[in-house]
């Protein structure tokens, strides 16, 4: 199977891959817009830094992301001593997991909340956000001045104000990484749109390969049972698919 291919869809089965799926999706969002110097650029890149660092003054991401390294680097410690394993390419992935720790001790536990406060620019942004134009130049004229400065003034602000950002997510990168390569997609059948799936204890994501474009998987999961159900639209609404569908996946547990 070439997952290059097909269309994955992924479930998290708790918060803490909820929360890093969520970080990966909002810097994902913010590194496609960095390369926009434009005026709408630039606030796109603005608006999903705010959104990151909203998420990270909420939640402890720094926190979780330490325990998560922490948990991961005493299981695959522990398989030193196998014959199977590749010794070299482990201890290639402890040393990136101890690199990754090191630099997530070095930013400040509550470094979002601080920014959120104390960066007069971010935030009089951030208050008027909630507000459908609520960022217009008549409403925020701080930030249509910043958005007129040189290029080097406006990467020297989003370089300071991401930089911890990028850190953590390289650390959810890896932690993402490592749920993602720990099993290997298995090809299953859902008779008449639905499939059923016993799952094994610690399962944290589900992920779903699709080849088909017409049709889309419904995932819900929980300690027990996971379900698959594939939806299509019909007319602006979505209905099961009645026929049976084909698809690959992959239950991940660290």
Request: hydrophobic letters at 45%; a neutral charge; charged letters at 25%.
């Amino acid at each position: 199977m070439a997952e290059d291919d097909l269309c994955c869809y992924e479930q998290p089965l708790n918060e803490r891959v909820r929360t890093f799926l969520r970080v990966e999706h909002l810097l994902n969002r913010l590194a496609h817009h960095r390369g926009e110097t434009g005026y709408w650029g630039r606030r796109a890149t603005l608006e999903a830094v705010l959104d990151l660092l909203n998420m990270m003054s909420r939640h402890d991401i720094r926190g979780e992301a330490s325990k998560a390294l922490v948990q991961r680097r005493g299981v695959l410690a522990a398989l030193a001593e196998r014959e199977d394993i590749d010794a070299n390419a482990l201890q290639r992935v402890l040393d990136e997991i101890d690199a990754r720790a090191a630099e997530l001790s070095r930013i400040a536990p509550q470094f979002a909340a601080y920014c959120l406060r104390d960066d007069e620019l971010l935030k009089s942004v951030n208050n008027r956000t909630a507000i459908a134009g609520g960022t217009c130049s008549f409403d925020v004229p701080g930030y249509r001045h910043w958005l007129r400065q040189h290029d080097a003034v406006i990467e020297a602000d989003i370089e300071r104000w991401t930089a911890p950002i990028v850190t953590i997510g390289h650390s959810v990168a890896l932690i993402l990484r490592l749920l993602r390569e720990a099993a290997t997609p298995v090809a299953h059948t859902a008779k008449s749109g639905v499939f059923l799936h016993q799952t094994a204890a610690g399962t944290q994501l589900i992920r779903v390969f699709v080849a088909e474009t017409d049709i889309f998987p419904e995932i819900s999961g929980g300690r027990h049972r996971a379900t698959v159900r594939f939806m299509q639209f019909d007319h602006g609404r979505s209905r099961q698919a009645t026929r049976d569908v084909a698809f690959h996946m992959a239950c991940s547990r660290l």
